[in-house]
C-alpha cells in the first residue's frame, strides 16, 4: 500500500500539462516507468518511452511484460496500469 504523499505525487507525475514535455502513463510490476513524450511541440501524438530502473541493463535484455509492450507499440489503446486492472 503507498502513502498518501505517493499517490499524490504520482498523480501530479501523470497530468499533461502543457510546459511539460514527457508525463506518466503508469509503472510495471518491476518498477519500471513508462511516460508519454513529445518531442517538439509541432508533433501533434506523444510517442511513448519506456524509463528502466537499472540503466546499465541492455534494452533487448529488459523484460517487459505483454501490456506494457502492447502499450509502447500502439496496439493497446490505454496504459495497463495497476489501478485500472484493479477496478475490473
Known amino acids: 500500500m503507498s502513502s498518501p504523499f505517493r499517490t499524490l505525487w504520482q498523480k501530479w507525475k501523470a497530468l499533461p500539462l502543457p510546459w511539460r514535455r514527457r508525463w506518466l502513463a503508469g509503472t510495471d510490476l518491476a518498477n519500471n516507468k513508462y511516460y508519454y513524450f513529445r518531442p517538439s511541440g509541432s508533433t501533434p501524438k506523444p510517442r511513448r518511452i519506456l524509463q528502466q530502473v537499472n540503466p546499465h541493463i541492455p534494452y533487448s ?18 496504459a495497463p496500469t495497476i489501478s485500472r486492472t484493479a477496478r475490473r
Open 61 to 78: 535484455d529488459i523484460a517487459i511484460p505483454v501490456q506494457w509492450h502492447q502499450w509502447l507499440r500502439h496496439t493497446r489503446a490505454s
